[in-house]
């Protein structure tokens, strides 16, 4: 049985950090392209990073140079380092997990979801 359990989350100011965890069991990372998510109230999910297996990573616009995603396998875990935040970064954040021949791990354009995905932590971020 495959989960995903992010943590982390919190209440943060802005210009401030946090860093995101996500425990992956029942699949091997390194078969898998990672990824994070957000989804704000009354917006669409949207991709914020991923992490393929051969460690290249991907960024939306909107977090590139602020945030850093990485990942260990042995420890079968992805984080999320989140720095300069902003209260548009305001948001649920999910972690999910994606076969790594999908096309969504090459594509060049982040996917909204991927196909294992958790519960999600809540991220807020106050002016």
């Known amino acids: 049985q495959v989960e995903l359990v992010e943590s982390g989350g919190g209440s943060a100011q802005a210009g401030g950090s946090l860093r995101l965890s996500c425990e992956v069991s029942g699949l091997t990372l390194s078969r898998y392209c990672m990824a994070w998510f957000r989804q704000a109230p009354g917006k669409e999910r949207e991709g914020v990073a991923r992490?393929?297996?051969?460690?290249?990573?991907k960024y939306a616009e909107s977090v590139k140079g602020r945030f850093t995603v990485s990942q260990d396998n042995a420890k079968n875990t992805l984080w999320l380092q989140m720095n300069s935040l902003k209260p548009e970064d305001t948001a649920m954040y999910y972690c999910?997990?994606?076969?790594?021949?999908?096309?969504?791990?090459?594509?060049?354009?982040?996917?909204?979801?991927?196909?294992?995905g958790g519960q999600g932590t809540q991220v807020t971020v106050s002016s």
């Open positions: 999910g997990a994606e076969d790594s021949s999908s096309v969504y791990c090459h594509r060049d354009e982040l996917p909204p979801e991927f196909f294992y």
């Open positions: 992490i393929r297996a051969d460690g290249n990573t």
